[in-house]
């Protein structure tokens, strides 16, 4: 019979939770940026009556699991970190997953970061009902929880922290920060990161940069000033030199020479 310590499935779980989480960031990634199609072009025409199709949808599925998908999910990830989820749905993973996706859709969305938790912790309770109720069902369902947050939101770090906080999981920092991590690097191959790439939609548009100011068509003629002599006294010295002259000149119009007899 298979170990089933952290050790061991940590390597599953970060296969699984990291291409779930990739999956689910590009979704929503492409909803939001990339998304085309008769559907789109009716969102953007009729958001209300998008809106309320959605609002709908989400009803039905919630129907379909008693209400376990509604809101952030707290209440079924709380019951199956303490063992008493015994009615809760294998498919509860999928359902809440698109529970998440449909209410982004419908650009009202309850948040990402809390839902991630849940739709984890219903990954892994799905893998426990695949896998035969294994001895380690509770670790199976914190480390999944870890890797398909830092998957869905690529943020390893705080990913792992965030869970062995909600569970006192000290002991099991090392698996968790394994599965973490992995699972991230895993989602990188799917999409971007999630938060960087939404926020850029609110980010000014590039402005081009100014061109450089044309260059005179001539140059202006080159002075015939001295190198070195500064322009204003060139000038004097020009001036002073033609002083003498037009005085002269003007000495002599003033008092002509007397006639010859």
Same mark, same amino acid.
């Given at each position: 019979?298979?170990?089933?310590?952290? =050790?061991?499935?940590?390597?599953?779980?970060?296969?699984?939770?990291?291409? &779930?989480?990739?999956? *689910?960031?590009?979704?929503?990634?492409?909803?939001?940026?990339?998304?085309?199609?008769?559907? &789109?072009? *009716?969102?953007?025409?009729?958001?209300?009556?998008?809106?309320?199709?959605?609002?709908? #949808?989400?009803?039905?599925?919630?129907?379909?699991? +008693?209400?376990?998908?509604?809101?952030?999910? !707290?209440?079924?990830?709380?019951?199956?970190?303490?063992?008493?989820?015994?009615?809760?749905?294998? !498919?509860?993973?999928?359902?809440?997953?698109?529970?998440?996706?449909?209410?982004?859709?419908?650009?009202?969305?309850?948040?990402?970061?809390?839902?991630?938790?849940?739709?984890?912790?219903?990954?892994?309770?799905?893998?426990?009902?695949? #896998?035969?109720?294994?001895?380690?069902?509770?670790?199976?369902?914190?480390?999944?929880?870890?890797?398909?947050?830092?998957?869905?939101?690529?943020?390893?770090?705080?990913?792992?922290?965030?869970?062995?906080?909600?569970? =006192?999981?000290?002991?099991?920092?090392?698996?968790?920060?394994?599965?973490?991590?992995?699972?991230?690097?895993?989602?990188?191959?799917?999409? %971007?990161?999630? !938060?960087?790439?939404?926020?850029?939609?609110?980010? %000014?548009? &590039?402005?081009?940069?100014?061109?450089?100011?044309?260059?005179?068509?001539? #140059?202006?003629? +080159?002075?015939?000033?001295?190198?070195?002599?500064?322009?204003?006294?060139?000038?004097?010295?020009?001036?002073?030199?033609?002083?003498?002259?037009?005085?002269?000149? =003007?000495?002599?119009?003033?008092?002509?020479?007397?006639?010859?007899?």
């Amino acid at each position: 019979k298979r170990d089933w310590s952290s =050790d061991v499935c940590s390597s599953d779980l970060s296969l699984a939770s990291g291409v &779930a989480g990739g999956l *689910f960031a590009r979704m929503l990634i492409k909803a939001t940026l990339g998304w085309t199609g008769p559907i &789109a072009d *009716f969102r953007k025409r009729r958001p209300l009556i998008f809106a309320g199709l959605c609002g709908l #949808l989400i009803a039905a599925m919630g129907s379909l699991t +008693a209400g376990a998908i509604f809101g952030t999910g !707290y209440e079924p990830t709380r019951a199956l970190l303490e063992g008493d989820a015994s009615d809760l749905p294998w !498919y509860f993973f999928f359902f809440k997953l698109a529970a998440t996706f449909v209410s982004f859709l419908s650009g009202l969305p309850g948040g990402i970061f809390a839902p991630s938790l849940s739709i984890g912790a219903g990954l892994g309770h799905a893998l426990t009902h695949l #896998l035969g109720n294994p001895e380690h069902a509770g670790m199976l369902l914190v480390l999944a929880m870890a890797g398909f947050l830092a998957a869905a939101t690529q943020a390893p770090i705080t990913s792992f922290i965030i869970v062995m906080e909600m569970v =006192d999981g000290y002991s099991k920092v090392i698996a968790l920060m394994a599965v973490a991590l992995f699972a991230s690097w895993i989602s990188r191959l799917f999409c %971007p990161p999630l !938060y960087m790439t939404l926020a850029r939609r609110y980010l %000014p548009p &590039a402005q081009p940069a100014p061109l450089p100011e044309p260059l005179p068509a001539s #140059l202006p003629e +080159a002075s015939e000033t001295p190198a070195g002599a500064p322009a204003s006294a060139s000038a004097s010295a020009s001036a002073s030199a033609s002083a003498p002259a037009t005085a002269d000149r =003007d000495a002599a119009s003033a008092n002509p020479p007397p006639a010859k007899p």
